[in-house]
């Protein structure tokens, strides 16, 4: 099983992000008790097992300081069972990342590092509101490397505004020669409430065109390729085998506890996600109960997450389980399916269907094509 801790504060909004936070600390200590009597209450939600992989996101966790943190994680160890050498990610400013409080991360049993870079260009990361510099994310990840860790992951962004394919690939290419694992690389896109939204809406900033991010994108992940890199779900790649053992996870469909507000969880039948307001997270928990909605999975949707999900990565879906489990949608979509075989967007390979290399940029059409609506 893994766990999810979602850290909301930020120092400042970043202009793309979709994600739930909120730039003020005000709430941190208010915030720190609810969490705590979230994990205390919600320790029955899964089946007694070890923790594979822990994963401390938001937001900025790295804003936190080390007795916050110690807090969220002592008490998930008060809580579960974690497995020796079981993944420990939390994600990192670059500015963050000094020697005072990467060793802090370290002491609390953090091994695996997530670092928003997003572009190595200071114009660039001033027009999307980041809050460093990339001198100090170079700088920052060499110090963590130097420091023994030895799984840095980092994050990458396609269609930055004023960002061309030269700078692009210039900042793959910085990417690649700093001690880094692994890479996620992002296509922007307009997320509800950002400002971003707000721009486009104002005529103030557009996308660049589909097809010259699709461009792009394929540039990436042939040069990455290239540079040693394993293309092993749409928007990462990884050194050596180093996947993102907590996000596969996810695309495996294994189960997970998530918490912190806007924190999403899955047991096998049903998803659930806390309410994405961090006041109504704390004063539900202050009252004893938790703010969340919840949905139980028919078999559709069951079929339909494991199409969207398992074929976003590289060992795709398992056509002995699309025959057996799940054999009447199977057999409704079995003409868009010779489709994609026939054009090489989809392999056939060794019992199992997934998305070949050329493919991977009109994945979103392969997947809609191949879920169903009803029985």
């Given at each position: 099983?893994?766990?999810?801790?979602?850290?909301?504060?930020?120092?400042?909004?970043?202009?793309?992000?979709?994600?739930?936070?909120?730039?003020?600390?005000?709430?941190?200590?208010?915030?720190?008790?609810?969490?705590?009597?979230?994990?205390?209450?919600?320790?029955?939600?899964?089946?007694?097992?070890?923790?594979?992989?822990?994963?401390?996101?938001?937001?900025?966790?790295?804003?936190?300081?080390?007795?916050?943190?110690?807090?969220?994680?002592?008490k998930?160890?008060?809580?579960?069972?974690?497995?020796?050498?079981a993944?420990?990610?939390?994600?990192?400013?670059?500015?963050?990342?000094?020697?005072?409080?990467?060793?802090?991360?370290?002491?609390?049993?953090?091994?695996?590092?997530?670092?928003?870079v997003q572009?190595?260009?200071?114009?660039?990361?001033?027009?999307?509101?980041r809050?460093?510099?990339?001198?100090?994310?170079?700088?920052?990840?060499?110090?963590?490397?130097?420091?023994?860790?030895?799984?840095?992951?980092?994050?990458l962004?396609?269609?930055?505004?004023?960002?061309?394919?030269?700078?692009?690939?210039?900042?793959?290419?910085?990417?690649?020669?700093?001690?880094?694992?692994?890479?996620?690389?992002?296509m922007?896109?307009?997320?509800?409430?950002?400002?971003?939204?707000?721009?486009?809406?104002?005529?103030?900033?557009?996308?660049?065109?589909?097809?010259?991010?699709?461009?792009?994108?394929?540039?990436v992940?042939?040069?990455?390729?290239?540079?040693?890199?394993?293309?092993?779900?749409?928007?990462?790649?990884?050194r050596?085998g180093k996947?993102?053992v907590?996000?596969?996870?996810?695309?495996?469909?294994?189960?997970?506890i998530?918490?912190?507000?806007s924190?999403?969880?899955?047991?096998?039948?049903?998803?659930?996600?806390?309410?994405?307001?961090?006041?109504?997270?704390?004063?539900?928990?202050?009252s004893?109960?938790?703010?969340?909605?919840?949905?139980?999975?028919?078999?559709?949707?069951?079929?339909?997450?494991y199409?969207?999900?398992?074929?976003?990565?590289?060992?795709?879906v398992?056509?002995?389980?699309?025959?057996?489990?799940?054999?009447?949608?199977?057999?409704?979509?079995q003409?868009?399916?010779?489709?994609?075989?026939?054009?090489?967007?989809?392999?056939?390979?060794?019992?199992?269907?997934?998305?070949?290399?050329?493919?991977?940029?009109?994945?979103?059409?392969?997947?809609?094509?191949?879920?169903?609506?009803?029985?």
């Amino acid at each position: 099983m893994g766990i999810y801790v979602h850290v909301p504060f930020c120092r400042s909004k970043c202009f793309y992000c979709g994600f739930y936070s909120v730039a003020s600390l005000k709430l941190k200590e208010a915030y720190l008790g609810a969490i705590g009597r979230e994990i205390d209450s919600r320790r029955d939600y899964l089946p007694e097992g070890n923790v594979r992989t822990l994963y401390f996101g938001g937001g900025t966790p790295s804003y936190l300081e080390q007795e916050d943190l110690k807090r969220i994680v002592r008490k998930l160890e008060e809580n579960y069972s974690f497995m020796p050498g079981a993944e420990r990610t939390i994600e990192l400013n670059p500015e963050d990342l000094t020697r005072e409080k990467l060793e802090s991360i370290k002491e609390l049993g953090f091994n695996r590092l997530s670092v928003g870079v997003q572009s190595f260009s200071d114009e660039r990361l001033k027009q999307i509101n980041r809050t460093h510099s990339g001198r100090q994310a170079v700088e920052g990840i060499t110090l963590a490397a130097s420091m023994g860790f030895d799984n840095i992951s980092m994050d990458l962004m396609i269609g930055l505004p004023g960002q061309i394919g030269e700078e692009l690939l210039a900042d793959v290419d910085v990417a690649s020669r700093l001690p880094v694992s692994h890479l996620s690389v992002y296509m922007l896109s307009i997320d509800s409430n950002t400002v971003f939204e707000f721009m486009v809406k104002q005529g103030k900033f557009k996308l660049e065109d589909e097809e010259v991010i699709a461009k792009r994108y394929q540039q990436v992940c042939e040069r990455l390729k290239g540079l040693g890199f394993e293309h092993y779900e749409i928007s990462n790649f990884a050194r050596d085998g180093k996947y993102s053992v907590h996000n596969t996870s996810y695309w495996q469909q294994k189960p997970y506890i998530g918490f912190g507000p806007s924190a999403h969880s899955y047991d096998l039948r049903s998803r659930q996600w806390n309410t994405a307001n961090l006041k109504t997270y704390i004063d539900s928990l202050d009252s004893g109960g938790l703010s969340f909605e919840k949905e139980e999975l028919t078999i559709v949707d069951l079929y339909n997450e494991y199409v969207m999900t398992n074929l976003r990565t590289m060992w795709g879906v398992e056509k002995e389980k699309l025959e057996g489990d799940y054999a009447v949608f199977w057999n409704q979509v079995q003409e868009q399916l010779q489709k994609y075989l026939k054009s090489g967007d989809l392999l056939e390979e060794r019992g199992r269907f997934r998305i070949s290399e050329s493919g991977w940029v009109i994945s979103d059409a392969i997947l809609s094509d191949l879920f169903v609506i009803s029985e």
